[in-house]
């Protein structure tokens, strides 16, 4: 457009730029003003025009996106928590089992010359802890009750690097064998159950393998734990490695060989060649993936969640726009009547109110990410506590900790810019429909 048509049309608005200004800006650029560089100018001009209502938009758009950042960090930090939780409190990040163990746990199906075994995991540099177990079904009775259980035999000394079980006792202690007799490590439920405390006596009684003959002895309750998941609190004890070996008659052998990785994320990683390198057929090497598909269920269905919820949040900020904008245009008819009758193109129009949009959508993308990051960074040195909480059969015991990420303040402020210049589309070509002679009376 000419430059003298830009100057008559600048003269409609309510603070028309200064003429040395705008001249200034043509002259120094080219006989003719350069399109874009002036509908920007425009656009930003009619965006202040009430500032108001436009700051009220920036402000309800920039909470919601903040929002939006600040669920992102909180579902990462919620998995990396459930995570951990699920593979740090007993389980491991991987283990080793005879195939078709986990179903049945029969005392039979073992894992024979375990130390093989164990040397080929040490092999691998990202191996960091390795745990030897037996598993086994049980019968634990006491002068106050009678109680099904699963019978774990552990290894105290590498156990204790494995998993949290020394920081879950809440009574006694775990230490093998005192003054004759066995000592036993049983869940808080389980000791309410049998009535039992510390320093009480307990029947074991479990069938041996090959045989299939019973096999009892005495134990003695060393301490109580408590992991606050029901399961392990009602129906888990632990016992010695080398007394569960002898109790159940399966010699060196055990049922589960239990290690940790030194990065956690090389566990998610299907390729890895641990999961190939004990390559016997009646061995099987799984993840913690495999090992708790429910748990990997619920991660997948809390990023579906995220994707609702910003589909849902997006919505909002749709209608939120196409209001402002109308609100915006209706207010400014006439305006646009006269600027289609001194020759301004139906597609110049709507392109101005493009860019309208696309100016609230930037303001409002700054502001949220700065009220973002504010909200994460505060609760990542605060923390959120979820504890007694349980999840998928995975309790929440430590805090939970937002976690930042770099694709939080680029994929949604960008998204929503975008989104918000395609939704400012329907307003623009309303705008552009508009004829001279109906807007003017209006």
Not at 130 to 156: E, H, K, L, W, Y
Request: proline share 4%; charged share 20%; with cysteine.
């Amino acid at each position: 457009m000419h430059y003298s048509l830009w100057k008559r049309t600048m003269i409609l608005y309510k603070k028309p730029c200064k003429p040395t200004k705008f001249s200034s800006i043509v002259e120094n650029k080219s006989k003719y003003a350069p399109p874009v560089a002036v509908y920007i100018k425009l656009a930003w001009r009619n965006l202040f025009r009430n500032k108001r209502r436009t700051l009220l938009s920036v402000l309800a758009i920039g909470v919601g996106i903040a929002a939006l950042i600040f669920v992102d960090a909180l579902l990462i930090g919620w998995k990396d928590n459930m995570i951990h939780t699920a593979t740090a409190t007993f389980m491991g990040q991987g283990q080793v089992h005879h195939k078709g163990f986990l179903e049945t746990l029969e005392v039979d199906k073992t894992i024979d010359h375990p130390g093989k075994k164990i040397n080929k995991l040490k092999s691998n540099p990202d191996i960091q802890q390795i745990t030897c177990r037996t598993r086994s079904f049980g019968m634990i009775a006491s002068p106050g009750n009678v109680q099904s259980i699963i019978i774990n035999g552990i290894d105290p000394e590498t156990e204790k690097n494995m998993s949290k079980l020394d920081e879950a006792i809440i009574k006694g202690n775990f230490s093998g064998k005192n003054n004759g007799h066995n000592k036993m490590l049983i869940g808080k439920k389980l000791a309410e159950i049998l009535e039992v405390t510390p320093g009480d006596k307990v029947t074991l009684t479990v069938a041996q393998a090959k045989t299939g003959n019973t096999a009892q002895e005495m134990f003695r309750i060393g301490g109580i734990f408590e992991f606050k998941v029901r399961e392990m609190d009602t129906s888990m004890a632990f016992i010695d490695l080398h007394q569960s070996q002898k109790l159940l008659g399966i010699n060196k052998d055990v049922h589960e060989i239990a290690f940790t990785f030194k990065d956690i994320t090389l566990s998610t990683q299907v390729n890895h060649p641990v999961w190939s390198l004990l390559g016997y057929s009646d061995i099987e090497t799984l993840s913690w993936l495999e090992l708790m598909p429910e748990l990997k269920a619920m991660l997948s269905w809390l990023n579906v969640s995220m994707l609702i919820m910003t589909i849902i949040l997006f919505g909002i900020v749709a209608a939120g726009i196409v209001n402002t904008l109308f609100m915006s245009l209706y207010e400014r008819m006439f305006e646009f009547g006269v600027l289609r009758a001194v020759g301004t193109r139906p597609g110049n129009l709507a392109f101005l109110i493009v860019l309208e949009a696309g100016s609230l959508a930037v303001i409002s993308a700054v502001a949220g990410s700065v009220m973002g990051a504010i909200l994460v960074y505060i609760f990542s040195k605060e923390g959120l506590d979820y504890s007694d909480t349980e999840f998928v059969n995975v309790a929440i015991i430590d805090r939970i900790y937002p976690v930042m990420a770099s694709h939080q303040f680029m994929i949604y402020p960008l998204s929503l810019i975008l989104f918000t210049m395609v939704i400012g589309l329907y307003p623009a070509i309303h705008a552009a429909k508009i004829t001279p002679a109906k807007a003017m009376k209006k």
